[in-house]
Each structure stands twice: as C-alpha cells, then as structure tokens.
C-alpha cells in the first residue's frame, strides 16, 4: 500500500487507499484499519450516502457511508476528499435546510397555540384565544388559592403541564407547574409586588401562607449553615408560629431601617439566631423577607382602609398632608391621613407612597395620583364615570410648592404652618444690620467645625465662665430656616463672653487656624460691640411670634425693624393675604378650643390686618353647625351627614390644636378669657351650639384634646363629633418630613439598588 497523497495531515495509525465516489473519479479515504484493506492502493470504495455535517476547525467535514461496509466504518471526510460527489453534497444540505425550516414551523405553531389569550380575559388583554389557554379557576376544579386567578393553565389531557401569567401576557415565557404553587406565588411577589399585595389584601387571613414554600427555604439554610454552629437539639416550630417569626422579623427590619438581606449578608446574626433558637428556627431569606413585607404592606392597607370607611360612615372626613421627595435617582410622592377617634386620639397614617420617578410633577398629575390613592383607601370613588374624592376628604396641607398648591386647589386646604414661618423668618433674617450678623455666625461656625486648634481654645474659655464645653450648632437650613438660625443665635448670645475672651486672648492662633472652605479666615467674622448687641436682643426665648412686647421691649434698632418686619410678614401671609374662606375655617377651629370660643380679635384691626370680629367668627361656626352637624329634628339618635360645606381648615389636635388663630394672636396673660359683652346668650337651651357658647371658656393652661375627651364628649356629644372633625387637620405637613426621612435612611450610601416599589411597600409596612 503506498504513502498517502494530498495536503499533509497530523501523524495517525490510518491509511490512505484510493476510492471511486459513483464511478466518477478517485477518492482519498481515511482507513480506519490498516487490516480491512489489502492488497493493491487502486480498490475501489463507492459513496452510498452522506449522513451528517459539521465543521472541525472551520473546515467542512461529512459523514460518508460506503457501499459495502457496515455503519460502524463511515467517515468524516473533507470536501477535498469526495471529488465528483458535490451533487450528493447539495442534495444533502438542501434536504437538511428543509428539514430545519419545517421544525422551526412546527415550534412556532406550538408556541402560538400554547401562548393564544383565553376568551375570558380576551377584552383585558386584547389578543385572541384559540382555546389552547384555559383559565385555572373554571369552575370545574378544586382550585381555590387567590394565587390562580392571576395564571392560565395548559393541559396535557387532564394534567396540567404549565402555566402563563396574565398580567405578564399571553406571549410571555410558561412557567412549569411542579404540583405546588410556591413557584407561582414567586414570581408574582417579585414581579408583580402589586399585584401580590392586592391578593394578600384579599384573602381572608393574610398569614396563610405556602407552607411548601417556607419548608424549602428553611432546608435550603440549614443545609448552609456554618461549621461550628450548634445542631438542631430542639424540635422544630410549627408552621404558624415560624410565619409569625418571619412576620416580626421583617416588621423589625423595615422599622430599624436594615437590610432586607441581612439574614444572608450577616453570619453573626445567623449564629446568634442559631444559639438562641437551637437549631428550632432559623431566620428568612430575603426572598421570604420580602414577601413578608409585602403582606404587612398589605395588612396595614387594610386597617387603613377599615378605619376611614368606618370614619366616613359617621360623617366625619379625614384630613391630608403631602409632599414629594427625591434623591439618588428615587422619588415619592407621600400623603398622610389625620383623624381623630372616640376617644379623641390622633391618628396618623400613611395613606399612600406613590412612585413618582416616571411622572411630571405637575399639577394636574398630583391630582390625579391624590385622587386614586385616596379612592383605593376607601376615601371616596374615583372612575372616568364618577369622582367623589373631593367630597370626602376635609382639608389638605402641603408646602408652598407652586405644583402641589396647584394640584390641590380643589381641596379645601392651607398651606404648611412651618413653611409659611420659614418665609416670614426670611424676612426677619434680610434685614439690614441683621443680615451681616448672621453672615458672621455662621463663619464662626465654618470656623470652629474646621479648627481643632479653635475648638481647643474656646474650650478653654468656656471653662474659665462655666459654660459647658460645646461647638456652636451647625446647620445647613440657616439661611432660610426658623429652627438653625434661632439655634446658633441662642447659642452666641449664651456664650458670647467666651467668644469676646477668645478675641481677645488668642487674636494670632485664631488668624493662624486653617482658613474656612470658602478661603475666610476667622478675622473676616469678627464682631463689634454693635453687632454683639443684636445677637443678645435678636429673638426671643420662648417663641417667635408674640410681637407686641418683643418689639417695644428692644432697644436695638436694626433688631427693631427686624421684628417689625417679622410681624408683617406673619400678618400678611395669615390674614391679609388669606382667602376669606380659609380664614372662616380657620376661626371655626379656634371657635372649637374651649379656651378661645370668646376671643373678640381686636388685635386684627389694631395691628391693620383687616375685620374680624367674635360675632362674624361665631357666626361662622354657626353656619357650619347648623348645615352639617346639628341633629334633625333635636333627635339625638339621628345625625345628619357630613356635607361638602363642612370641609374647613384647621390646625392639628393635640399639641398641634394649641396652633389657632386666636393662639397666634394672644397676649401674655394667664387670666381666663371672659365672655364678650355682644355675645348672644344661648336661646334655645337643648342646643348644644347654643350651650357651648354660653359656657365659661376654659383655663388657658387646658390641654383641648384632654377637654373635648372628659368633658365635651359627655356634654356636647353632637359638637364633639364635630370637634374630631375640624380639629385633627394638620397645621403642618411635619409628618410626611417624618416618612421622607425614613425613606433617605432605607435608601442610603449602601443600599442605592432599593426600588421605588420595595421602599413604598416597606415604609407602608414600618408606619402603619
């Protein structure tokens, strides 16, 4: 047998004979053994069929079938070697490419005919159906799980092979059905959040969960748990009490602000559950974190829910207070709803926390987003057909933001009693001989946040006059803001004689400290015996807002003017500037304090902020007592319903319930508010309207929440239920401030991949 010819190949046991393709010339054949074939190079070997194709090191190879030898002899030849055969060849690859192209056919036909809408949701979805999809509860079937409602099943004869989301669509990828609905309860609650609370929130007893489910994590994290650790000694808890640990667990993490994960992510904290528990229980993953928050997202909806249905059916309308928040690329709209109940406890609840990334902040999409929050909470109803929000909520309160004032001016509202005094505190803060003032505390502020070397010495002369050894405060909200400016202010006049003895006593290592961020030095801020004169009349101790002493009792004038400039503010922004409808609301709230029921508001007229008098407060009231609250007929079984008209503005219960407009306005005395001479006496005595005004105002130290819950409720059991109604209105929107920093702490440095979703669900679950 000769030597192979040909392109040289790698070295190899085989031999290369000559071969005949179909009598239609020579063909090089790899032997397979040199012992099946003998004798003389010229035998001839016949083609019968090519069987395969493919590519070895990008060269194109077939398997060939030879006429005469068995199947296990075939070879993989190149194209080079079956000269006279390309005819063979094209046959064969037209014959596989017909063969691809009707498999692919086939699939796709299936693929439709699995993934065809149903005729029940055919509307919803818009698709056709051709009956391959059927709805999982029809009816014919033990199914009773709410989980089902939101699957089609496809069925191989009677058993069910699959199944396809309907709120993903009917072209979305099948999820096998294994005999449990672990794996269909998954997937909604991770991507369906939604959709997964709605049913949560439907189900009779929210804590039924998948015990299938549960089992399979708890095996999955015994199964990794961590040398050394202490073995399973105690029996296992049961089922319902393991979902009550998982439950309180993950109420702990949304409360404390921790990581959903931390279950995972923390290995002491599992070691410390595994020695306290003994192996009996073992902490939830994040996957079962997160599905426990959804559910108590979703129980907390359906308190909420109950409390203001239960609410409107007495007749009495909540209040909100909203505002929207933002950072890292998250934005929430919040809203918060106040009532108070029976027992004229205050209630403060989250109503909503929309994610609002995708959305203009626009007015008309405030609305909008209110109104469906609101209608989903059982506040009223809110369709293309019919829009009943507005009637059931009493008053709104939100910053001066010019796109939420917009969006709710169809609510009866006001605007944030914190904002409205920042702005007046501005203007306090721009006057002249004030504003170099503050300017300089606040770079000696700069000054000992950056020195160590000035901390250090102003210690040392705060000990030699006894002041306690404390940095001036620092705050970012100075400029702008009440509370920083009134801090720092309080802190210089407190301890000015250290800062003059520091002036004095280290002028060189003062000049010589690291300058400001700005590039000032500490020389730049120093202050004059004038200047230290303001910081000591600047503002009161006690509050801000009692201007007729304040002013005349200072000697300064620059602070003079400041304060004038105060008080104007505040007067034209609450009763200048002030709709008389908002005004009237707000006179009902006072008239309501049992304290200032008789307030003859002189000030108004002497201080130029226009005409109020008690008997066009009173007679505000009166109306609104008249319309709305006051019983038919004197029947005291029978109420009349809260109207449109009742929905009045008013400061919050409580503490809050202190913030009237006649506490605005009240001087100094602790003397009892006596009657006014023009006040009508009561005229007819079974009127409780009539009775409460004709009663002795209370004591000015009288909490009113305390008044209303021991005496007016028994007393005035018609105005207590309007009490609870105009007194719980927020003066401000402080508590959404509360959520908002709840949600920067849950969407911190280290947690940045927090979804809108997950924060809205877990603020709903920590606050509720």
Known sequence: MGRARGPKRRKSNHTDVVLVAHGKGPVKRTQLNPYDIAGSPDIEYEVREIKAHRKCYGVDQYLVGWEGWEAQHDTWEPTEHLPGSEDDIQEFLKTQSQKAEEAEARDSASKRKRCTNSSSTSAEEGDENDGRLEDAKDGKTKRRALVWDFYWVVKDGKRVVETVCKLCGPNSTPIPYCGNTSNLRSHISHVHQDAYCRMCIAEKKVDSVNNVENNTSTAEQGSQSAPGTIEAILPQVSTEKRDVLHKKFALWIVRRRRSLSICETDSELRDIFQYIFQGSYTPPTYKLVVQKVLELSGEARVRTRDALVALLAEGILPSIAGDIWSEGGVCIFGILAYWLDLEFERHEKLLAAIPFSDVRHTGPEILAATKKACAETGAGTFTDLEDTVTDCIHCTASDSASNIVSGWEKFDGHECNCHILALCVLEYLKTFGVKEVFRKLRGMTAHFSHSIIGVKLLQSCQEKHDLPRTKPPKDNDTRTGWSGAYKQSSWYRDHQEAIRMYDIDHPRKAANAAANPDGSVY???????????????????????????????????????????????????????????????????????????????????????????????????????????????????????????????????????????????????????????????????????????????????????????????????????????????????????????????????????????TIEHSLMAAMN
């Open 523 to 757: 020389k730049d801020y120093k202050m004059e015996d004038v200047e230290w004169d303001v910081v000591s009349e600047s503002l009161d101790k006690d509050t801000p807002v009692k201007y007729e002493k304040s002013i005349q009792s200072v000697n300064n004038e620059s602070v003079k003017k400041a304060r004038e400039n105060l008080h104007k503010a505040v007067c034209r922004r609450y009763f200048q500037d002030l709709m008389e409808c908002k005004l009237e609301d707000f006179c009902v709230a006072s008239f309501l304090d049992p304290r200032y029921k008789n307030f003859d508001f002189k000030c108004v007229e002497k201080w130029n902020m226009g005409t109020l008098t008690v008997e066009k407060a009173q007679g505000w009231a009166r109306s609104a007592w008249q319309a709305n609250w006051r019983p038919t007929d004197q029947d005291p079984s029978h109420t009349q319903a809260v109207g449109s008209s009742a929905r009045c503005t008013a400061p919050t219960a409580k503490k809050s319930t202190k913030t009237t407009v006649a506490s605005f306005l009240d001087s100094d005395s602790d003397e009892e508010c006596e009657p006014a001479a023009s006040v009508p006496q009561a005229k007819n005595k079974d009127d409780e309207f009539e009775k409460y005004l004709a009663m002795v105002p209370a004591h000015k130290s009288t909490d009113p929440s305390q008044w209303w819950k021991s005496v007016g409720k028994k007393e005035f059991p018609f105005m207590f239920r309007m009490a609870r109604q105009f007194l719980a209105a927020p003066a401000s929107t402080a508590g959404v401030e509360r959520a908002f920093s709840a949600c920067g702490q849950m969407h911190s440095d280290l947690r940045k991949s927090l979804k809108e979703g």
